[in-house]
């Protein structure tokens, strides 16, 4: 079943600004940031340099590929199947931890000390309004992403200008029971964890490449909106990690390149100064409670842009999955789609796999789900660069270096996240077969199916 191409270019746009502004600007990645001391700044910048090359080389290969499945069919297309097969993978598997990272940070903000029942009744819900077709609208996601941008200012500026604790009727109240925020546990240095963990927050981007089949003059649209979309975030973002900064202060003496502190040890053995501490789960909801802004603003904003980039989420995800079915690399039951087109099989797998992620304990499912992002768009870069020199682009031609500095950083940052994320060896080689043995083992199957019989 085809779908109807009726995003044009603005809509495009409000959905990439509005899917990298929803849970990554609102989680705890602030802590992974803060931790680089001096270097923050350039963290948020490195992992927007990356997100940008990244969004080049797919920008261009959507131009010429303006199907569903983004890297996926692009991995196929130029590298061959083994290629789509880890794209698809690591997508998959990215994305599913990403719509449990949202509903945890949907939780944190709506009614904290209760994220994770939160984040259930948030998964079951998203995919009850996916598989009926109630998907955030090109005009939805870009009020969205208008209201989120205003709140998100506000902040910035009474930051900035060094607001009042109390505006009058603005008066507030501290957080009750407010945690420290801390880094998770790294083995890779402070700068490189920063900024993997920054990534995270700017891969956005990627839903309107997967949704290519829905866009007006896609060879012309999806180059033009990734670029933009991601150009309006990367200035939003250091603007909050300024305010971030400028607020609760950052670990001193900051050694950059150290390695990154342990979770669970004493901030004072590295640095914290006093306010960092007071962080907690829902940071920028702390920082509207510092600045004197009402904390319900922010809450009910995390809510929209949280549960808005859910949808946004989850409906990439299983568009991939669904692609991947037709070509037979998952089980063809799930390239099912409903009256309402969506494919509801795949994302209900989606759903129920993210609530599990939702109560495990003892990783960090942000790096997690940054470290299988990173291996899919390593796959697109080089994908890029095959196209590039084969003559075989469209309307947009990218290059080489660009998509080789996009290789070299997801590699890296990806090297940096993976043990970062896994918290264990266990843990570490499960997130190694989920991503690298998938793929792998989906292959040797369908070369047993399809040998002939007797050879």
């Known amino acids: 079943m085809s779908t109807a191409r009726r995003v044009g270019l603005l809509g495009a746009i409000g959905i990439g600004v509005g899917s990298m502004l929803g849970a990554g600007v609102f989680s705890d990645m602030w802590a992974e940031v803060l931790a680089a001391g001096d270097w923050y700044l350039a963290a948020v910048g490195l992992a927007g340099a990356v997100a940008l090359a990244n969004a080049l080389s797919t920008a261009q290969l959507a131009a010429r590929y303006p199907v569903a499945g983004g890297a996926y069919a692009y991995g196929r297309a130029e590298l061959g199947p083994m290629a789509g097969h880890l794209a698809g993978a690591a997508f998959v598997v990215g994305k599913t931890v990403s719509v449990a990272v949202g509903a945890l940070v949907l939780g944190s903000y709506v009614v904290p000390g209760h994220a994770a029942l939160v984040a259930t009744a948030a998964i079951a819900s998203v995919w009850a309004l996916n598989s009926r077709g109630i998907t ?70 990627a839903r309107i490449a997967t949704l290519g089949e829905e866009v007006r003059e896609p060879e012309r649209t999806i180059p033009r ?39 669970h040890e004493d901030e004072a053995s590295f ?47 299983g568009r991939t999955a669904m692609a991947m079915a037709r070509e037979g690399d998952l089980p063809r039951a799930l390239a099912h789609q409903g009256e309402s087109g969506a494919p509801w099989r795949a994302e209900a797998v989606i759903a129920v796999l993210a609530i599990v992620l939702v109560w495990t304990q003892g990783t960090s499912l942000l790096l997690v789900s940054v ?26 031609r990218v290059p080489v270096l660009v998509s080789v500095f996009g290789v070299v950083g997801c590699v890296v940052l990806a090297a940096v996240a993976a ?11 499960i997130l190694v077969l989920a991503v690298v043995g998938w793929p792998v083992a989906a292959q040797v199957w369908r070369a047993r199916v399809t040998r002939p019989r007797g050879s």
């Open 419 to 429: 043990p970062a994320a896994a918290g264990s060896w266990w843990a570490f080689a």
């Open 136 to 205: 955030r609208t090109a005009r939805g996601a870009t009020a969205i992403a208008i209201v989120v941008v205003a709140v998100l200012l506000a902040l910035v500026a009474a930051a900035l200008i060094g607001a009042e604790r109390s505006f009058g009727w603005f008066a507030y109240a501290p957080l009750a029971e407010t945690a420290a925020l801390e880094p998770a546990s790294a083995t890779g240095p402070a700068f490189m964890v920063a900024a993997a963990a920054a990534f995270f927050a700017f891969a956005g981007y």
């Open 271 to 317: 640095g914290w100064t006093a306010d960092a501490t007071a962080l907690g789960d829902a940071p920028l909801e702390s920082l509207a409670v510092e600045v004197g802004i009402p904390a319900w603003i922010v809450t009910a904003a995390a809510a929209l842009a949280v549960g808005g980039a859910m949808l946004a989420v989850m409906a990439g995800a």
């Open 371 to 396: 470290a299988s992002i990173l291996t899919y768009y390593a796959v697109a870069n080089v994908a890029a660069i095959r196209q590039r020199r084969t003559g075989r682009t469209a309307t947009l």
């Open 225 to 263: 909106a990734v670029i933009s979309a991601l150009g309006v975030v990367i200035v939003l973002y250091l603007a909050v990690a300024v305010s971030l900064g400028r607020t609760f202060g950052v670990p001193v003496p900051s050694e950059g390149f150290a390695p990154a502190p342990v979770a």
